[in-house]
Nanobody, 123 residues
Framework: QVQIIESGGGLVQAGGSLGLSCTAS????????MGWCRQAPGKERECVTT????????YYADSVKGRFTISRDSGKNTVHLQLNSLKPEDTAVYYC????????????????WGQGIQVTVSS
């Protein structure tokens, strides 16, 4: 089992930046693909970025490409998401997730999920 805890959410003005982190426990995530998905009120969950186990491959949804950056620190069992140039439409609960298999094109299916953390972008 992998337990995932997100941190770093909050309120930020449009155009601002925020950093999210997730830390895994229970099992090392060195060989897991990791990703961040988000869900806004009344909308379906959208997985916006994924990184493979080595960090050599990443995926970004068009909605965040060029603004968000995912990275991982295997030694600390941690994954980071840097959110820049934030827009009000980025407001959502952000979930960190883990998968045994990385699939290209944003098709990774995640098996383990954190509880989510709120990001609110004010206009």
């Amino acid at each position: 089992q992998v337990q995932i805890i997100e941190s770093g959410g909050g309120l930020v003005q449009a155009g601002g930046s925020l950093g999210l982190s997730c830390t895994a426990s229970g099992r090392t995530i060195d060989r897991y693909a990791m990703g961040w998905c988000r869900q806004a009120p009344g909308k379906e969950r959208e997985c916006v970025t994924t990184i493979n186990w080595s960090g050599s491959n990443t995926y970004y949804a068009d909605s965040v490409k060029g603004r968000f950056t995912i990275s991982r620190d295997s030694g600390k069992n941690t994954v980071h998401l840097q959110l820049n140039s934030l827009k009000p439409e980025d407001t959502a609960v952000y979930y960190c997730a883990a998968s045994r298999s990385y699939l290209f094109g944003g098709r990774t299916q995640f098996e383990y999920w954190g509880q989510g953390i709120q990001v609110t972008v004010s206009s």
